[in-house]
């Protein structure tokens, strides 16, 4: 299965898309993961990003665009991927068409979840105290969320007209989400995937 997750900031992405990989056997792709990876062992990209990603400022398209592409490439990710956080902009989207063309691949689909506002903020703060992420910070919360609904929000149009987009409620427990997740998978029947 190759997939995408969409949504907003703590509406549970990475968490879902972590779980619902294990079950598929399948790798979970975060560029926010491989930029923080880079971040922490101090390489060069690392050091190139490390205060855009701070400021909750977006790591540009053509950085980003590579990073998945050589990540897509690698043999692991032949029977399939989940994408957390990528496209995020409309060149991410026509860069990935590129490569997916390329390799004769198609995305399966598109996972948008959902919660509202006050709910995603709750969870921002709740990781903030856990996970202690130099973005999440107001500022840098404040500056995330307004450029998913200005940049990122609207490319669910595109997939929308492409017709494979699923929209899911994430508000509740993180199993019934999973749970709620895998049942709508299986409802959509998509071709050659087993959820
Ligand atoms: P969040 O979705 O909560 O902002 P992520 O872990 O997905 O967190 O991303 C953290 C940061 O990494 C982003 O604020 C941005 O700086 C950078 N980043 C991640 N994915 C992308 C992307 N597709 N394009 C540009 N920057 C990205």
Known sequence: MRMLMM????????????MLAA??????????????????AGTELGKQIESLINAGELVPDALTDRIVADRLAQPDCANGWILDGYPRTIEQVRALDAVLEQSDQ???????????????????????????????NPEAVAKRLQTYDKETAPLLDIYRDRGFVVAVDSEDVIEDTQASIV???QQCGLPGVKI
């Open 7 to 18: 949504g907003p900031q703590g509406v549970g992405k990475g968490t879902q898309a972590k």
């Open 23 to 40: 079950r598929c056997a399948i790798p979970h792709i975060s560029t926010g993961d491989v930029f923080r990876a880079n971040v922490s």
């Open 106 to 136: 198609r995305i399966d689909v598109v996972l948008e979840l959902r919660a509202d506002y006050d709910e995603l903020i709750k969870r921002i703060h709740e990781r903030a105290q856990i996970e202690g992420r130099a973005d999440d």
């Open 183 to 185: 049942k709508h998978l």
